[in-house]
């Protein structure tokens, strides 16, 4: 098979599980062909009595292929019910689903990752609300992580059910470039801004940055805006309440962002760098920059090109605090996970196989040690006795820390918000780090997205 390192579209397009497992899998998501016609696949229930029959529709490649399949493999063997489980390519599959969604055809468990997209379903009355029987089958629910129901939540009431493994977005920090310069890892905004001008000085980039991709400097946003002024200010936004990019907050991260452009806190040329071919990656481990911030996935990338660094030369955390601000240094921002809803157009008998796949299917002991073996975090509170296994151990421990103890696991804006919004949102964020537009014009701009 071809490889190429793993990337952001990997997380999000192949079930999220292999971002940080596998390293250099294909970051197309296109390694495992969808069956010929979309054929589904699913043994018969042991002893061929069963519920009834329930269909899914899930990604292909590996190693979340195999792990899905086996998962409702062992599932079918209990006699609670089949299910037939379809797999499709990333790209083809973001298409299929919509149009099935919409013409009432949808498979009886829709994967998908929570956000905008499950927003518009759940608005249309197409996927079931799960709150009621969550709360009834309390032991499921809480087999997961809290900070993962927030993106499968809407107007107060679940719509999905998690169903892979979670990657926040992760400060990065090269030890060597820091032991050279006597410099400490930064706890707030004024350490970074400070040791902008320490790497500067000592002609290192202090970070670097993927602009190209947009969505790099998207979490910049995220993280300020939280730190800034709680999560309170995006929900108003996720909410389309009108005017509410005019947040003060919104403002003062604009500002901040544009004070590290203009202090030369980035790359040089990083409008021309490509986050997918993982060049911002390399100027970390190769010394060119000092600090890089991204997703959790970045970790196996990084560890997959250049094992020696990431084993002795890789320092992590959390994003820096702000002073004065309002949010929470606990919170979080990322991929919280991935779901799986159920059509509301399925049949009663259908859902009650879905229900028990939730119930007896997801997360068994099996499913969690394969994801963890492929070196992924599980959304569920029994990884956390089971990662110490892992030779990447200290990493995925601290990966599943920042999502168990985040109050608040902001999802990636460009997913939270509706595809109309999320490709007006990153050509606004280029715009203002180019410092081709003004905070308040970013405001301005995106206000005029609201309800789109």
Known sequence: MTTSPT?????????????????????????????????????????????????????????NQDIRQNEVDAFNKLGKGTIKVTFFQNDPYKQKIRTAVGAGQAPTLIFGWGGGILKSYADAGQV????????????????????????????????????????????????????????????????????????????????????????????????????????????????????????????????????????????????????????????????????????????????????????????YGNFPTVPGGKGDPKNTVGNPATYFSISSKASDEEKTVAKAYFTDGLFTDAVVDAFIQSGAVPVVKAAESKLASSPDAPFLQFVFNMAKDAPNFQQSWDQALSPAQAEKLLNNIDQLFLLKITPEQFASAMNGTIGT
């Not at 579209?9 to 296109?30: E, K, Y």
């Not at 495992?32 to 899914?56: D, E, K, L, N, V």
Request: proline residues 5%; contains cysteine.
């Open 7 to 63: 990337s952001r579209r990997t997380f999000l397009g192949l079930a999220a599980g292999s971002a940080l497992g596998a390293f250099g899998l294909s970051a197309c998501g296109t390694s495992g062909p969808a069956q010929p016609g979309g054929a589904a696949s699913g043994s018969a229930p042991a002893g061929g009595g069963a519920a009834g029959t329930a269909t899914m529709w899930a990604l292909s490649g590996q190693p």
């Open 128 to 315: 079931d609300d799960l709150t009621s029987w969550l709360n009834e089958n309390s032991a499921l629910k809480d087999k997961f992580l809290p900070s993962t129901f927030k993106a499968a939540t809407i107007d107060g009431k679940i719509y999905a059910v998690p169903a892979t493994t979670t990657a926040p977005i992760v400060m990065y920090y090269n030890k060597a470039l820091f032991d050279k310069a006597g410099a400490q890892l930064p706890a707030t905004w004024d350490d970074v801004m400070k040791l902008v001008e320490v790497f500067n000085s000592q002609g290192v980039a202090p970070f670097a940055l993927g602009g190209q991709s947009k969505w790099t400097s998207m979490m910049w946003l995220e993280y300020l805006l939280d730190r800034i002024g709680g999560p309170e200010v995006f929900d108003a936004i996720y909410a389309n309440k009108p005017d509410a990019w005019s947040d003060p907050a919104v403002i003062q991260t604009g500002q901040k962002v544009q004070e590290l452009v203009k202090a030369n806190g980035f790359i040089k040329g990083f409008s021309s760098i490509a986050a997918d071919t993982n060049a911002d990656q390399a100027l970390l481990y190769t010394g060119k920059a000092a600090m890089m911030l991204h997703g959790a996935w970045a970790y196996a990338s990084m560890k997959s090109t250049n094992p020696k660094f990431v084993s002795s030369g890789l320092a």
